[in-house]
């Protein structure tokens, strides 16, 4: 195992949640993995409905299911007390335990020692593979696609997601590759970048999309932005690691700032790809945006159609909000 | 605690080393911070000799010693069994043990119950401080002066540690700041930016050359190079976080293509500089390049003079052999 792996088919946890926006990740998966996961798994009557079979642990188990994955976040990131009996009974009957939150499960004595004796796993998604290598730099089969933002948490990892369903609806062979805990949450696999030592950072990010056929496209998440004052040298890691051949810019439109860094403007989207470029040319010389995708839920309906025709005359690139529009512009601009 | 400190005075270990090459944590100490060693602690007679009193463990902590520094590397980076006696021995009578090389002192079993017994530290170099912050990108008070390199390997811990010694000869108010094991070894703290968790690289780089007074210079210690393709995020988080208000470059004469990575060539002086303005000038708009630093060794003697000369003209630049010629001819170009 070189990446995380996330054992299919999941039961998915909400514990006592109601609302989809509190449990992103159960939504996620079962947004874009429903093929992975066999059921749901609620504390209570009325508990968010992800539209999956309502199962126990037991008939879970029995049905072959692999991993009991917890989809919801407590209020700061913890594990509950109350959540343990639950946990360890899904230990106890042979599933794995997979959780993204903050406090890791490998940190829970008690599940520890549970583990321990069954032989079942708990799978951190925070916590990055052992024994990571160094970068090399040595070029890799295959072609490889890296979303990159104007900053954190805008639409990054969805643009990416889009864009695998849309190659694999068009014939195409192609993988999402995740680089974030939520991510590999959905995904069932890949490696937390901005947890790896940094030193091993594009080394990491080689891993993460390994050699491959001359016509499979791995298709990456994002991490940060290049422009960003706490977070680019992750961006910069996955960047020259991933040695990609296209990329698209992500971004929100009406973001003026850099989030939470208010003293610091948003760079411009012309500014991200001549950065990208500049420094993704030392590992790929072809490297080259292929679009914008851009998420427009800030505009009013009536606007959203118009910005994106003016930016996509700006930039000379098909720019969709992919969540809206689909990826088919940018995936024909792969060719 | 912030940073790594290492208590002074010092006994450097150097066990049965008898070459300085294979010594070069205790020589460096010896050369750079003399003022911090008390003696030196060899298992032989005829042991390599640092200048220093020869003391027992027992000696020296009569005379105040605060910290048994291991100088030497074992073949492989572990701490030999015929260590372990000695290293007990310091702990016993009440003082730190410190290492810089790979196995981690907190690893031992046996050192760490007499540590936890006796109340002496175990101080592993590599292992960042915990509970590092992400990086703010705050314009902090003082100024700062980073090394960058065309490689790794190149002389940025040297001369950095001679412009420290050549701004304090002058009377500036100087500190050379060590990002890695080797140099807190030396100085006696830093962060060693290559083993800290990306997301918080350029955090630890804000808190390496905290706030300080107007006229203050930190003399930051560089890492990798921002074109190394295992290491360049490392470099950026480092030059983000430092805000740098100038730069040396440093090189070595002769170097052609990134060691250990032969298949890719040396960015030129000019790409650096270029580079580093590009990246630095979001947290420092004033950053500029103030001179070149190069390791002239495998020059011939007679060659020397003119490679700096025809390099200075065709930079425009101080260009010096830090350890030939010190950094006045840099120092004069800061004001």
């Known amino acids: 195992m070189i990446t995380i792996e996330i054992k299919p088919p999941y039961l998915i946890f909400v514990a006592d949640e109601k609302e989809p926006t509190y449990a992103k990740t159960a939504s996620g998966i079962a947004d874009w993995r429903r093929d992975l996961c066999a059921g749901q798994y609620s504390f209570i009557d009325d508990g968010l409905d992800l539209g999956l079979p309502n199962m126990t642990i037991d008939e879970a188990a029995a049905a072959g299911v692999k991993s009991f994955v917890i989809g ?97 609806k ?31 950072l594009s080394g990491a990010a080689e891993l993460l999309s390994p050699e491959n056929e001359p016509d499979h496209w791995d298709v990456i998440e994002g991490q940060g932005s290049i422009f960003h004052p706490g977070y680019s040298s992750v961006t910069l890691g996955l960047l020259i690691g991933s040695q990609p051949d296209a990329f698209v810019v992500c971004h929100e439109a009406g973001r003026k700032v850099i989030e939470e860094w208010d003293n610091f403007p948003l760079p411009t989207i012309e500014q991200v790809i001549e950065r990208t470029v500049d420094l993704g040319n030392q ?53």
């Open 72 to 168: 919801t976040a407590s209020v700061g990131g913890g594990i509950p007390e109350e959540w343990l009996d639950t946990l360890e009974e899904a230990l106890e009957a042979g599933l794995d335990v997979v959780g993204g939150v903050h406090k890791k499960l490998n940190d829970i004595p008690r599940l520890v020692a549970v583990a321990e004796r069954t032989g079942s796993r708990l799978v951190d998604v925070r916590t990055p593979p052992a024994d990571l290598p160094v970068g090399t730099g040595r070029k890799r089969s295959g072609k490889r696609i890296l979303m990159m933002g104007t900053d954190c948490a805008v639409g990054k990892k969805y643009t990416a997601l889009a864009m695998e369903r849309d190659m694999k």
């Open 170 to 200: 068009r014939g195409m062979n192609a993988d999402f590759r995740a680089s974030g805990q939520t991510g590999i949450m959905i995904a069932g696999r890949g490696i937390p970048m901005d947890a790896v030592v940094s030193d091993f």
């Open 283 to 335: 590992v790929n010389p072809n490297i080259r945006c292929v679009g914008v995708a851009v998420n427009t839920s800030a505009l009013a309906a009536e606007d959203r159609e118009d910005y994106l025709e003016i930016l996509s005359k700006r930039m000379g690139l098909p720019c969709v909000d992919p969540l809206i529009d689909g990826t088919d512009a940018i995936i024909d601009n792969l060719s």
